[in-house]
Nanobody, 115 residues
């Protein structure tokens, strides 16, 4: 069955870094747009970054441009989100997303940025 399993979340101080990973199984990973979304308490889920298959490039939310980088390893069926210069407002549950003709979600991983 389809699985998206996130890892790498945690507590980090402002200005710190974290790298999230999402390992996929059960579908043809290399054909899917892979993305990271986040949802903070009391707010709607928002797109953070997305990466298109076959060298189609990446898109980022304005709030994370220059700080976050999405990448994928098709051989490992894994998508990553490198997060640098983290701010308290980056605190949220981060979700992995796979999208093509259908859509799949991971269970989410908590990222907390606090001193």
């Amino acid at each position: 069955q389809v699985q998206l399993v996130e890892s790498g979340g945690g507590l980090v101080e402002p200005g710190g870094s974290l790298k999230l990973a999402c390992r996929a199984s059960g579908f043809s990973f290399s054909y899917y747009v892979m993305g990271w979304y986040r949802q903070a308490p009391g707010k709607e889920r928002e797109l953070v970054a997305a990466n298109s298959p076959a060298g189609g490039g990446s898109d980022y939310a304005d709030s994370v441009k220059g700080r976050f980088t999405i990448s994928r390893d098709n051989a490992k069926s894994t998508v990553y989100l490198q997060m640098n210069s983290l701010k308290p407002e980056d605190t949220a549950v981060y979700y992995c997303n796979a999208r093509m003709y259908n859509e799949f979600w991971g269970q989410g991983t908590q990222v907390t940025v606090s001193s």
